[in-house]
């Protein structure tokens, strides 16, 4: 056993001090990214924040919204595969991809197979539907079988965009990424309905997390998502001036007209458990709360707020783009 003495850091315990800018308004920041991934050589290009891969949030209805205003969405991986071929085909109808959305799976055989099975139902059935990317999602992504897991998928899809977690420290950011994973999602216990830190006394406070994961990933070509800690667009504003190169967020985009139900809770939570396996299994306990949310109209109006908020924080700095932010950005301490 042994203690490290390091001070880590969570969103609310900084703010970004402000400097001079040449910047005349919040409209000419850009807000879009354009990233080529390490290992699919797939490039894309949008505003980089992803609805969460949880029930109720990522949904049919929240990508197509999301995807309308050039962001992404992670489907749940309980939303039905029939579901999905609608939504991919109409997609195709509009002469668009998904190179917007994940497909969301864990590493149970029964998850990887519906997997196999979804993405192998659209490359039979055109090219352009070929665009969906992968989120091998787990709780705890520091076992030997999630890495080995992270290689089998990079080996049968080369070309697809693969994005797998969750992590906090550097050494497995780097070993996820080493594993074929384009992007590296960063975040334990910081989620608004997560209780990991209080049940397991496991953790990892988020600013650090990110900023380390994103030194450790930046090094070797590789890219994060902070996911988790985000309860205010100035936290997502925080994340981006940390180094992540993507933040999803679960909260932020709950009670959402997009959403399956205002009743907003985590994947290892018992709801969540009860809901889809009909029980809680005798060797785990639940990690996770649920809450009723109010209603909040359509998810436009939460994500204009956001983007508000990202585009004056970075005349507040004088970034004039998303992409320079952390270049400019220095914290504070406050706590």
């Known amino acids: 056993m042994r203690i490290e003495q390091d001070i880590k850091l969570d969103f609310e315990d900084v703010m970004l001090r402000p ?20 290992h699919s050589k797939l490039r894309w290009k949008g505003i980089p924040i992803i609805a969460a891969n949880m029930d109720n949030i990522g949904t049919l209805k929240m990508a197509e919204s999301l995807n309308s205003l050039k962001l992404m969405t992670a489907f749940s991986k309980f939303v039905p595969v029939d579901m999905i071929n609608e939504y991919a085909l109409d997609v195709f109808r509009k002469g668009n991809d998904c190179s917007n959305v994940f497909i969301t799976s864990g590493i149970a055989v029964e998850e990887i197979n519906t997997l196999n099975n979804i993405l192998q139902m659209y490359d039979r059935c055109t090219a352009s539907l070929n665009q969906f990317n992968i989120c091998l999602d ?26 797998a977690g969750n992590v906090v420290t550097p050494e497995m950011t780097e070993q996820l990424i080493l594993a074929g994973a384009d992007v590296c ?4 216990g910081s989620g608004r309905l997560c209780s990991t830190r209080r049940v397991t006394g496991v953790g ?11 030194d450790a990933a ?33 909260y932020m985009f709950a009670g959402h007209d997009e959403c399956n139900s205002n009743q907003f809770y985590g994947s290892s ?26 209603s909040k109209g359509s998810v436009e109006n939460t994500v204009k707020e956001i983007l508000g908020g990202l ?19 220095s914290f504070i301490r406050v706590k």
């Open 138 to 163: 787990v709780a705890n992504g520091y076992t030997e079988e999630f890495s080995n897991t992270v290689k089998r998928t990079r080996e049968k899809y080369p070309n697809k965009m693969i994005m």
């Open 311 to 329: 585009r004056s924080a970075c005349t507040y700095v004088g970034a004039s783009k998303l992409k320079d932010l952390s270049k400019c950005a």
């Open 204 to 214: 990892y406070p988020q600013l650090s997390a990110v900023i380390e994961c994103a």
């Open 218 to 250: 930046h090094g070797i070509g590789g890219l994060i998502c902070s996911d988790g800690g985000c309860r205010t667009s100035g936290d997502v504003v925080k994340a981006f001036a940390a180094g992540a190169d993507f933040c999803m967020l679960g």
């Open 19 to 38: 400097k001079r800018s040449s910047l005349k308004s919040r409209a000419e920041v850009n807000l879009e990214r354009e990233y080529s991934f390490k």
């Open 269 to 294: 939570s018992e709801e969540a458990m009860l809901k889809h396996k009909g029980k809680v299994d005798d060797y785990r306990t639940a990690e996770g709360i649920s809450l009723k949310v109010e």
């Open 185 to 188: 999602k960063v975040g334990i």
